[in-house]
């Protein structure tokens, strides 16, 4: 160790004759923030971001104070411009970075607020070392990946500790083992480990074992060259989890072990659960959250009667989870509708709300590329309830709307997000204020009534040029309304995304015709939230912000837990 302490102190003032490039933030002391590593071998899509989550949330349940990174291969800066039809969706923080949608299982699954500062791509990384290079900030020397970009990798998480304070810095390697592009990522955290000194660093590889019908019985080699594959850029797991359809056999793990010098009791099963919220439970069965605390040294932090506790809480909320006792169909309009990773968070937001109410959701996806206001009802005879969900373009539109007026004139509970709540403002100015020629310029940019629309003075006073509003925003609600009794409160701050909104010159036309807009920017003339008035109809609400963003296990966002309520009386009165 301390000869890692040496070679660091030798390069503290960076010289041209030095071959190191180890800058360290201010207040970073090496060895004393502990990481956990992940990678992903054999195939992409093994959950690396659940696993490292689920083992982060029981380090913290521990009371340890934990941070995740997710470290992104691709060159894009962030994940605004990616299609969430290719990407999953686009999960947006607090500070408006728009980030990869594994950020909101750590969220979730940790109940925490992240930053942008816990979500990297290759992008930023080499942003930020060309910037440098610019401003002369490499004495001359030839830039390269190792050291300097390595370097900037190694920055970033040290920085991050410090910024958070982390006792363990929990750092997801996008993509798989093999990759061109996150071969850096990988080489900076064995220079990691080697720096920062042993005991201090742990490396965990996913893996994946093939279970072919045809031979009935779980084949490893495909995990075991995986995990070789690891082993040649000089990275040694210390944990192996093994992603499988069902419980991985112990043959399979000796011969895993057998492989990769990884003890047994070190390969981890892994597989299929009915929700992802088991997995914690899961992992402290098999010991992997002791085994983690002893690698790096722990044990004399940890609190166990916090642990107690939070396992507790934990063990209420995932015991209902398989065996709830009510159920609702839910529909959920889309243009992704082929793709579930589009609407993670909703769903997600969906199943919170459904255990606090002890009620199973079954999601009904309604393509409303060919609703009309003919077909609608049979359309929607099914559900207890409808979702609009965010969205950007045309298609479907149409369809969009003949499911709000059904939901509107037939008392269905009703939840409109972001895209939901304009496509509500739309249909009500259509059909109830009549004006025929309401839309959004979005999609029709020569609408005879925009009252949808982008509104450059009001983006100005936010300072955001023609781009999206985006990150959190403070609402005010209404005293008496119907938000305000769902949140308890009348100031709330919710995650927005969106170029338009409702343009206040159709405010007062919208509530003389019975709409309510309960939720608005605490200074400007944002419509952020709306809603019916409750004798007229039992939930009909919408917002211009995502909810489902901020929705937690122990913690369902309020307007997703009114939806599942709404939906559970509506059932109970068919039924
Ligand atoms: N396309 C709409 C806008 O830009 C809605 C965006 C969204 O649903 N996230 O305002």
Not at 20 to 29: R, S
Not at 214 to 229: H, N, P, V, Y
Not at 259 to 273: A, E, I, Q, W
Request: net charge negative.
């Amino acid at each position: 160790m301390s000869d890692a302490m040496d070679l660091l102190r030798s390069v503290k003032d960076q010289t041209d004759e030095t071959e190191f490039y180890t800058p360290l933030p201010d207040g970073y002391t090496l060895g004393s923030t502990r990481y956990v590593a992940v990678f992903g071998t054999v195939i992409s899509g093994l959950g690396k971001g659940i696993f490292s989550s689920s083992l982060a949330k029981l380090l913290k349940d521990k009371g340890l104070r934990v941070s995740p990174i997710k470290l992104e291969g691709y060159l894009n800066f962030d994940s605004g411009t990616l299609n969430p039809f290719r990407h999953g969706e686009v999960f947006v923080l607090d500070d408006g970075m728009e980030s990869d949608m594994d950020l909101g299982t750590y969220e979730r699954m940790l109940d925490q607020d992240l930053t942008g500062a816990n979500f990297a791509t290759s992008g930023q990384i080499f942003q930020a070392v060309l910037s440098k290079e610019r401003a002369g900030g490499y004495l001359g020397r030839d830039v390269q990946m190792i050291p300097h970009v390595t370097g900037e990798v190694k920055l970033r998480l040290r920085t991050l500790a410090v910024k958070t304070r982390a006792d363990v810095v929990f750092v997801e390697v996008g993509g798989t083992v093999g990759d061109i592009e996150n071969a850096f990522y990988i080489e900076a955290l064995r220079e990691l480990s080697y720096e920062e000194g042993p005991g201090k660093v742990a490396f965990m590889a996913l893996t994946y074992v093939l279970s072919p019908p045809a031979l009935g019985e779980q084949k490893s080699k495909a995990a075991q060259l995986g995990i070789r594959r690891l082993m040649e850029y000089g990275i040694h797991p210390h944990v192996i989890a093994v992603r499988a359809e069902k419980p991985v056999t112990t043959k399979v793990r000796q011969k895993l072990s057998v492989y990769t010098n990884v003890p047994v009791g070190r390969v981890f099963s892994m597989h299929d659960l009915p929700s992802i919220y088991l997995l914690p439970e899961l992992m402290r069965e098999e010991g992997l959250d002791s085994e983690v605390v002893e690698l790096l040294g722990l044990g004399g932090r940890v609190n166990s009667a916090h642990e107690f506790k939070a396992a507790g809480a934990w063990a209420r909320f995932t015991s209902t989870i398989g065996s709830e006792r009510h159920e609702v169909r839910i529909g959920i309009t889309g243009k992704y509708t082929a793709l579930r990773d589009s609407y993670a968070s909703i769903l997600k937001a969906l199943e919170h709300a459904g255990v606090a109410h002890d009620t199973r959701v079954h999601v009904e996806w309604i393509d409303t590329t060919d609703v009309t206001d003919d077909n609608v009802a049979a359309g929607l005879a099914g559900v207890d309830a409808i979702i609009v969900p965010g969205g950007f373009g045309t298609r479907g539109t149409a369809g969009k709307i003949a499911c709000i007026r059904h939901a509107r004139a037939n008392r269905l509970p009703y939840l409109g997000i972001c895209l939901g709540f304009q496509m509500a403002v739309i249909e009500f100015a259509r059909n109830v204020c009549s004006l025929a020629g309401a839309a959004s310029t979005e999609m029709d940019p020569d609408c005879e009534h925009p009252v949808i629309s982008i509104l450059p003075e009001q983006k100005q006073i936010e300072g955001l040029g023609g781009n999206m509003r985006l990150g959190g925003q403070d609402v005010d609600l209404t005293e008496g309304s119907l938000a305000a009794e769902l949140y308890g409160t009348t100031k709330i701050r919710q995650r927005f995304r969106h170029r338009y909104e409702v343009d206040p010159r159709y405010i007062e036309t919208l509530q003389a015709g019975g709409m309510i807009f309960s939720g608005r920017h605490p200074v400007h003339p944002i419509m952020q939230v709306l809603e019916l008035p409750r004798d007229i109809h039992p939930y009909f609400i919408g917002g211009q912000f995502h909810p489902e963003l901020t929705s937690r296990p122990l913690r369902p966002a309020p307007m997703f837990h009114g939806l599942v309520r709404a939906a559970l009386e509506r059932a109970g009165a068919r039924a």
